[in-house]
C-alpha cells in the first residue's frame, strides 16, 4: 500500500529533510501589506523588514477547506492513502478545514499535533518510520495519536513586540517584560501558547538555561532526534544549545530556520528545543 505522509508549511522542516522523507507539504500564506507570500518561501528578514517598515505585523491565512479538497484529490492521485498532520487546532482553524475535507474521501487520515514548527516536523518523521516499517494507515494514525501529548515544543522570546502587537502578551506584561529586560519562556501546552518560566540576561547564557530546565522538566526524552529551531540566533545560542543537548546524549541534533507563520508570531532572535518526551516508542 501506497501512503503519502503529508503535513504543512508550519513544520519548519527544511527542504533536504522533506525530499530526502518523501514528505508532502500544503503552504500557508504570509500577506505583507497588499503582497501575499507562500509561508515556505518567506524568509524572515523580509517579515523583520516589513515590521520595521510599517509597525503592522504580517498576516498569516490559515489552509481554507476547498484548498484542502484539491490538494488531497491530487494526493489520492498516485497515493492509496494520506497520513495529514496539521498546525495545533488551539491556533489555527485549519485542523477543522482539513477534518471537513478529509470527510469526503474514504483513505485521508487527519491529526492534530497540538504543535506547532518542528514540534509537528517530529510526529511527521515518526510517521515516515512507520510508513518504512510497513504499518497500514489506521495503525499509523494510532501511533500517532499516541505520540502527540509528549511533543515537547518551547522557545525563549528575546523581544514581546510580536506577542504583544498579534494579541498574546498584554501592555502591563510586555512593559514589565521590557522594562527588568525579561525574556520569557513560551511553551506549547495543550495546544496553546502559554508563557512559562522568565529569564534575564544575554541570550547566549540564557539558552543555555533553558536548555538545562527544559531537560529537567521534560526529563524523559526519545533522544534519537531533537530540533534546535531559531527565527534568527547567534552561532553562539545555537552552539549552547547544541552543547546541552550533546552532554544529554541526543544522536541526532538538527537545527532548522522557523519559516514566516512562526516568525509572524514570534518575531526575531527565538530559539527553542524540541523533541518528543516519551523515550523513545518508535514502533
Do not use: W
Not at 503582497?35 to 503592522?56: H, L, R, W
Not at 491529526?111 to 510508513?131: E, N
Request: with cysteine.
Amino acid at each position: 500500500m501506497k501512503i503519502a505522509i503529508s503535513t504543512e508549511s508550519t513544520c519548519d522542516l527544511s527542504k533536504k529533510i522533506i525530499e530526502e522523507n518523501d514528505i508532502k507539504v500544503i503552504p500557508y500564506k504570509v500577506i505583507l501589506g497588499n503582497d501575499e507570500f507562500s509561508d515556505d518561501e518567506t524568509v524572515p528578514a523580509k517579515i523583520f523588514e516589513y515590521v520595521e517598515k510599517t509597525g503592522n505585523l504580517p498576516k498569516t491565512s490559515a489552509i481554507n477547506e476547498e484548498d484542502y479538497l484539491v490538494y488531497f484529490a491530487k494526493l489520492l492521485k498516485n497515493y492509496d492513502a494520506v497520513i495529514h498532520i496539521t498546525l495545533s487546532s488551539g491556533v489555527s482553524s485549519a485542523h477543522s478545514n482539513a477534518v471537513i475535507a478529509s470527510q469526503k474521501f474514504k483513505e485521508v487520515y487527519v491529526i492534530d499535533s497540538k504543535s506547532l514548527s518542528t514540534g509537528i516536523g517530529l510526529l511527521v518523521l515518526y510517521a515516515s518510520q512507520l510508513v518504512k516499517l510497513g504499518k497500514n494507515p489506521g495503525e499509523i494514525a494510532h501511533k500517532l495519536q499516541m505520540r502527540v501529548p509528549f511533543v515537547q515544543v518551547s522557545f525563549v522570546v528575546d523581544r514581546l513586540d510580536y506577542l504583544y502587537k498579534g494579541g498574546r502578551c498584554n501592555a502591563l506584561s510586555y512593559f514589565g517584560a521590557n522594562l527588568l529586560k525579561i525574556h520569557p519562556q513560551i511553551i506549547l501546552k495543550d495546544g496553546l501558547m502559554k508563557p512559562a518560566k522568565k529569564y534575564r540576561g544575554k541570550m547566549e547564557k540564557i539558552i543555555t538555561q533553558y536548555c538545562k530546565d527544559t531537560l529537567e522538566e521534560f526529563n524523559n526524552p526519545d533522544k534519537s532526534i531533537v530540533f534546535i529551531t531559531h527565527t534568527t540566533a547567534t552561532t553562539q545560542m545555537v552552539e549552547n544549545a547544541r552543547k546541552v543537548l550533546e552532554d544529554n546524549g541526543f544522536k541526532n541534533i538538527i537545527e532548522t530556520t522557523a519559516g514566516g507563520t512562526i516568525t509572524s508570531h514570534c518575531g526575531e532572535n527565538v530559539l527553542g528545543i524540541l523533541y518528543i518526551n516519551d523515550g523513545g516508542k518508535i514502533d
